[in-house]
């Protein structure tokens, strides 16, 4: 027997007589306030404005969840930031454990890294020259720690390093030529 659970649809019956704008969940700006002065959105339910990849979206993982109810928290008491996040989400099937950071919708192409045989593997989804979301999975740290970095900042890479293991996530570089790139041994 196979399982599958894809998303979830958010209740939003509890709200429909409070004033607050909902869409397909509570509708936030970029510093997840909603229409209501002094009423915050976040979690699962909050629809916000991403600014990062320019679009509203709904999130239903646990990093969002608490990453928000920090950022709300500290808009509380007084700092209000536009919450600029990359979606982030994890999870644990027996000895394989994945991440992944970002958003494919807008890429126009997807590289790969590693090998799936040897239970390790990373995609890359880029736009032009820019990754917009990275999958990782049994992968050295340094490609778990550049994912969500390339993606939050936009930095411009040479992708066909991507498919040179010789070359980390630090040197993929546009000046890199990967063709014959220094070994790191
Ligand atoms: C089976 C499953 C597996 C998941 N696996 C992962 C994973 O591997 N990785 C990952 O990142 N995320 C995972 N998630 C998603 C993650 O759990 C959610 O994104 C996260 O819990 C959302 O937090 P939240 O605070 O927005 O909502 P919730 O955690 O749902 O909290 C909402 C709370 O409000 C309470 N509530 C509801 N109605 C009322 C009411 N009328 N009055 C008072 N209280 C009320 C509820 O009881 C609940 O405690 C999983 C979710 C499920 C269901």
Not at 167 to 173: F, S, Y
Request: net charge negative.
């Amino acid at each position: 027997m196979v399982v599958v659970g894809i998303g979830v649809v958010p209740e939003l019956e509890l709200y429909r007589q409070t004033g607050l704008q909902l869409d397909a969940g509570v509708l936030a700006n970029q510093f997840l306030e909603t229409n209501i002065p002094d009423v915050w959105a976040v979690g699962d339910i909050c629809q916000y404005e991403d600014v990062l990849f320019g679009k509203r979206r709904r999130i239903e993982h646990w990093d969002n969840a608490k990453s928000q109810g920090e950022h709300a928290a500290r808009a509380m008491l007084g700092r209000r930031e536009p919450f600029i996040h990359v979606p982030y989400f994890f999870s644990d099937v027996f000895d394989l454990s994945w991440e992944f950071w970002g958003d494919t919708e807008e890429a126009d192409r997807v590289l790969y890294r590693g090998d799936l045989g040897r239970g390790g593997i990373s995609a890359w989804w880029l736009r032009g020259d820019q990754v917009h979301a990275a999958f990782v999975m049994n992968r050295p740290d340094e490609e778990r720690r550049a994912a969500p970095l390339l993606i939050a900042h936009g930095t411009p890479i040479n992708a066909e390093c991507i498919a040179n293991m010789e070359i980390p996530p630090a040197r993929w570089t546009p000046a890199q030529n990967c063709e014959t790139g220094p070994s790191l041994a």
